[in-house]
C-alpha cells in the first residue's frame, strides 16, 4: 500500500511564476518530510526538508509547508526557472528497527517551467 | 568526484542468471541502502545497512541479497533474475540514520 502519494502526475508552470507541488500522507508515524528532485538520468538529489514539529521551511525560492492535521504537504517554487523543470518526489521518514529510518517515496510529479 | 557511484549503468540479462550491482560511496557515511523504482515510478525501500543492523523490506524476494565488503560499499546481488525483477535499482546513502539520504545515478536491470 502507498503512504504517500502524489496525486498531480505533471505540472505546467510559466516561467516567474509560482509552482505548488503537493502530496498527501497516510501514516501518522512518519516524523520528517523530504523533496527530493529528480533529473533524467540521474539519481534523486535532496532539495528540501521539514521536521514534524515544523509547519514550514524555507530555502531560497523553495518552501515546504506542513499540515499535519490533514497530512498534507507542500513545495512552493517562486519565482519558477526553467531550470526547475524536472520530477519531484516527496518522501516521508519513519523509524524503523532501532533507531533506524525508512524513506518512503511519493510516485513524483514531473514539473515543466515554460520559457 | 561522484558522492554515490553505482555500476554498472545498465544491464540487460537473461532469466535465471546471478548478477550484481556495485555501489559505492566516497561521502564517509556509514549508513547504505538499496531501493527499486517499478515500472509506475514508484521508489521502494529494499534494504538498509549499517554496521550494526541491516533492515530488509519484508516484501524483497530472499533472491535479493546486499553485500557490504566495508563502510564505502553495499553492492546487491541478484540470483535466478525473473522478468519482475526489471526495474531502476538506486543505491543511497546517508549519516547514521539521518533523514536525508544521497542517491547514485541508478542502474537500469532488463531482464529478457
Known amino acids: 500500500d502507498q503512504q504517500v502519494k502524489q496525486n498531480s502526475p505533471s505540472l505546467s508552470v510559466q516561467e516567474g511564476r509560482i509552482s505548488i507541488l503537493n502530496c498527501d500522507y497516510t501514516n501518522s508515524m512518519f516524523d520528517y518530510f523530504l523533496w527530493y528532485k529528480k533529473y533524467p538520468a540521474e539519481g534523486p538529489t535532496f532539495l528540501i526538508s521539514i521536521s514534524s514539529i515544523k509547519d514550514k521551511n524555507e530555502d531560497g525560492r523553495f518552501t515546504v509547508f506542513l499540515n499535519k492535521s490533514a497530512k498534507h504537504l507542500s513545495l512552493h517554487i517562486v519565482p519558477s526557472q526553467p531550470g526547475d523543470s524536472a520530477v519531484y518526489f516527496c518522501a516521508a521518514s519513519a523509524p524503523v528497527g532501532t533507531g533506524a529510518n525508512n524513506l518512503f517515496f511519493g510516485t513524483g510529479t514531473r514539473l515543466t517551467v515554460i520559457p | 568526484d561522484t558522492a554515490v557511484s553505482q555500476t554498472p549503468k545498465y544491464l540487460v540479462t537473461q532469466m535465471g542468471n546471478d548478477k550484481s550491482i556495485k555501489c559505492e560511496q566516497n561521502?564517509?557515511?556509514?549508513?547504505m541502502y538499496w531501493y527499486k523504482q517499478d515500472s509506475k515510478k514508484f521508489l521502494k525501500i529494499m534494504f538498509s545497512y549499517n554496521n550494526k543492523e541491516l533492515i530488509i523490506n519484508e516484501t524483497v524476494p530472499n533472491r535479493f541479497s546486499p553485500k557490504s565488503p566495508d563502510k564505502a560499499h553495499l553492492n546487491l546481488h541478484i540470483n535466478s533474475l525473473e522478468l519482475g525483477d526489471s526495474a531502476v535499482y538506486f543505491c543511497a546513502s546517508s549519516h547514521g540514520w539521518e533523514n536525508i539520504q544521497y542517491f547514485g545515478a541508478g542502474t537500469r536491470l532488463s531482464v529478457l
Open positions: 561521502l564517509g557515511h556509514d549508513t
